[in-house]
């Protein structure tokens, strides 16, 4: 045997080296689980808070857009029912008054009803009153579509019971001609409680006198009635 060989026993021994040994990632893998478990709670109520919020929006939209849809309903409906309206005016009716007193003629919406009197005994030989439907109690405080008259009374003391109402800006007063005759309109509060229109001219020895006795009426008392007036002075 070579003496130089390494005899049993002679072996050296290897030393323990801490580098050697498994690594213990047990408080590593516990942190990163709990990081994970935190940022899933966060993003899960981030996500249900989301979720939330959009649900709302998405009601409150839909609640707005019911809204919407139904006040469209009703401007169409109101549209069609005012167009409707004005359909049935026509053909308009007619008034004509005696010879005697100007001879009158009233064009007036066919879906109006018209009660006049007609004296020549009276201080206002002509009078009228006009409505949508049926003319209600000439008593009963009803602003009339048209209120006819023609009257006894004087056009320049007619016109002077609106002078102080004109000077407090309750009424506006502005020259109205129509053919060769000379009046004066009136807007605004021209009775006590009623806001309206009042066209005058002198007719003679007496006044025409026609009133819209409420700003409901005034597209058709400028349209229909005044546009389509006439008289013999």
């Known amino acids: 045997m070579d003496p130089n060989y390494p005899q049993p026993g002679q072996y050296p021994q290897q030393p323990y080296v801490a580098s050697q040994a498994k690594p213990?990632?047990?408080?590593?893998?516990?942190i990163v689980l709990a990081i994970f478990a935190m940022l899933t709670l966060v993003f899960g109520y981030l996500w249900l808070t989301t979720a939330s919020k959009y649900g709302d929006l998405n009601n409150n939209f839909e609640q707005k857009l019911a809204v919407a849809n139904e006040e469209s309903a009703k401007e169409i409906s109101a549209k069609k029912d005012t167009e409707l309206s004005e359909k049935e005016k026509s053909p308009y009716a007619t008034y004509q008054g005696p010879a005697a007193f100007g001879s009158v003629k009233i064009v007036y919406p066919k879906t109006w009803s018209a009660f006049v009197t007609e004296d020549e005994k009276s201080s206002t030989p002509v009078n009228g009153y006009f409505h949508p439907g049926f003319v209600p109690g000439i008593q009963s405080g009803t602003a009339f579509a048209?209120?006819?008259?023609?009257?006894?009374?004087?056009?320049?003391?007619?016109?002077?019971?609106?002078?102080?109402?004109?000077?407090?800006?309750?009424?506006?007063?502005?020259?109205?001609?129509?053919?060769?005759?000379?009046?004066?309109?009136?807007?605004?509060?021209?009775?006590?409680?009623?806001?309206?229109?009042?066209?005058?001219?002198?007719?003679?020895?007496?006044?025409?006198?026609?009133?819209?006795?409420?700003?409901?009426?005034?597209k058709d008392f400028d349209d229909i009635i005044i546009k389509n007036l006439s008289f013999s002075p």
């Open 24 to 30: 213990n990632h047990g408080p590593i893998l516990f």
């Open 146 to 218: 048209l209120h006819l008259e023609v009257t006894e009374t004087d056009y320049a003391q007619l016109l002077k019971r609106f002078e102080s109402d004109s000077k407090n800006g309750k009424v506006k007063v502005t020259p109205f001609q129509m053919g060769d005759t000379a009046g004066v309109r009136v807007d605004g509060e021209i009775e006590n409680k009623k806001k309206g229109s009042v066209v005058m001219f002198p007719l003679r020895d007496k006044t025409l006198k026609l009133t819209a006795e409420s700003e409901q009426f005034t």
